[in-house]
């Protein structure tokens, strides 16, 4: 795929932009970091300013989406509305933010193992702590008498983000239904499988 030069912006999101638009259309291992600089619009020397490797610019592509998916999460968890509600209200914004911002996602879920090791399992902890936050809302509800109990809150938290994860599969921007309608779907299903 051929992408017209990014001339628009800082050049660290120009960089990122690119990285993003190359890594989600060729896979990481398949781009260089000359490509990288071509579409952005800048040296190489601009991009180690910034960045200090290919793998830099991969932590931070997924990490402004989990660190913005981790606010909202964070907002909606403490929020005044009941437990099941802030359930399906998290559960549909993760789904339509990762929708809303695939290629970023689609570029983690093909790619975080190509990370440093360092880098790895920096990622892997930040998005630990977002699944054990997803996770006490689960917890909550089963506590509460909402949600069941026979289920581990757990098994239920890696079974909906395995099909979070998976979007990158099947998911096409041309597709008949939009972010919201996939995320409500999303929360739906995993709210009918928790019902007490």
Known sequence: MTFKLL???TVPE????AATRLFADKGFDRVA???IVDLAGVTKGAMYHYFGSK???LHEIYGSLLRMQT???DRFASGPAPVADRLHAAALDVVVTSVENFDQAK???RSADQLAESQRLAMRAERRRYHERFRSLVEEGQAAGVFRTDVPA???VHYFFGAVHHLGAWYHASGTLSAKQIG???ADLLLSSLRA
């Open 55 to 57: 793998d830099d610019l």
């Open 184 to 186: 409500r779907h999303y």
């Open 71 to 73: 606010e909202r999460l």
């Open 7 to 9: 001339r628009m912006g």
């Open 33 to 35: 970091v000359q490509e």
């Open 14 to 17: 120009r960089l990122i932009e």
């Open 154 to 156: 757990d098994l239920t």
């Open 107 to 109: 570029v983690y879920f």
